[in-house]
């Protein structure tokens, strides 16, 4: 299994441009979520899905950050406009129903806004 | 709101020796975690732990779980250098998927 994949691993942008972090959850996992982590306030959780549909939202910072999920082996995380303090790494995870809900984590998106 | 304390933060210690890092929650739970990060990595699972009393063990690393006391360990016996990396306990919220991390551990093992 190739286990969690992210796209882009790195991300350079200006401020107020958007940005757009991608993410496929390991197959046949239910759940996927996506997390934030910063020195300052270590990992967040931002949004969870359950078979595709939004479950919690309540970690998403404000009305700039958007989270899709599409099908069962897609989402995205957009932010517009972005600024220099969403600078941190995105991780996504995900986790199987009916098991120990153990999530596995993708490799992380490095994003720097400037 | 489920909150939950690792100390220490931070634990500088010698190769050879033997130490142990907490994890306190709040509220009731019936899951813990424990991961591993390496600088500039990602989160690696070391350990699942879904009843009181449960212990596990890998190599040079025990973990357990007291849901009594709402604590958990994560024992480390004859360190040596490749233990160093960042350790995380997670706890999950009773009823629902999600997790709730802990500040995370940055552990430094000196030769």
């Known amino acids: 299994d190739a286990g969690v994949i992210q796209s882009p691993r790195h991300e350079v942008t200006e401020m107020g441009q958007e940005v757009t972090l991608r993410c496929k959850p390991i197959?046949?996992?239910?759940?996927l979520f996506w997390y934030r982590q910063t020195m300052m306030r270590g990992l967040e959780l931002l949004i969870y899905?359950?078979?595709?549909?939004?479950?919690?939202d309540s970690g998403m910072p404000e009305d700039r950050f958007s989270a899709k999920m599409p099908n069962a082996s897609f989402s995205t995380l957009k932010i517009q406009p972005s600024e220099p303090r969403d600078s941190a790494v995105y991780f996504c995870?995900?986790?199987?129903?009916?098991?120990?809900?153990?999530?596995?984590f993708g490799p992380g998106t490095r994003l720097t806004v400037t | 709101e489920l909150k939950v304390e690792q100390n220490p933060l931070f634990l500088s210690m010698q190769e050879g020796k033997n130490y142990t890092i907490y994890c306190n929650y709040s509220?009731?739970?019936?899951?813990l975690y424990w991961y591993r990060q390496d600088p500039g990595k990602s989160l690696e699972s070391l350990f699942v732990l879904l009843s009181n009393g449960a212990v596990k063990q890998e190599g040079r690393l025990m973990a357990s779980l007291d849901t009594k006391a709402r604590l958990s360990t994560l024992h480390i016996t004859a360190a040596v250098h490749d233990l160093s990396a960042t350790y995380f306990c997670a706890v999950g919220n009773f009823g629902n998927e999600k997790l709730t991390f802990g500040t995370g551990t940055r552990l430094t093992i000196i030769p």
């Open positions: 995870a995900s986790s199987e129903a009916g098991t120990s809900y153990e999530q596995y």
């Open positions: 509220t009731t739970s019936d899951r």
């Open positions: 899905f359950n078979n595709n549909v939004p479950i919690d």
């Open positions: 197959s046949g996992h239910d759940y």
